[in-house]
C-alpha cells in the first residue's frame, strides 16, 4: 500500500488563505480568510490544479468547486460553533 500524497499551497486571495489536497481520499480542503477550513469530497486532482493555478482563486472556486462537491465544515472546529445546517 502507498503512502497516500498530500499536496498544499497557499494562495494569494482575499477570499482563501490556503489549500491541501490529499490524494488518496480526493479530499480539498480550502481554509478561507473569514470562515476557516472547510473539506470537499471527491475532487479531481485537477480541480487542487487549477485552484492552485487560478488567476483568481475566488472566481475559480465560485465557478468549479462551490455547490459542485460534497463539503463540510472542520470537523475539529465543529464543537466551537453551532452544528452545521442550524
Known amino acids: ?10 494562495i494569494a486571495s482575499s477570499m482563501i488563505d490556503r489549500i491541501a489536497y490529499d490524494e488518496e481520499e480526493g479530499a480539498l480542503s480550502i481554509w478561507f480568510r473569514e470562515t476557516g ?4 469530497s471527491d475532487v479531481p ?4 490544479d487549477g485552484l492552485r493555478r487560478a488567476p483568481s482563486a475566488g472566481r475559480y472556486f ?5 455547490r459542485r462537491f ?10 466551537f ?5 442550524a
Open 62 to 66: 465560485n465557478a468549479c468547486i462551490k
Open 37 to 40: 477550513r472547510y473539506v470537499y
Open 81 to 85: 460553533r453551532p452544528p452545521f445546517g
Open 45 to 48: 486532482r485537477a480541480i487542487y
Open 1 to 10: 500500500m502507498g503512502i497516500s500524497a498530500m499536496l498544499a499551497a497557499r
Open 70 to 79: 460534497p463539503c463540510r465544515p472542520d470537523p475539529e472546529r465543529r464543537k
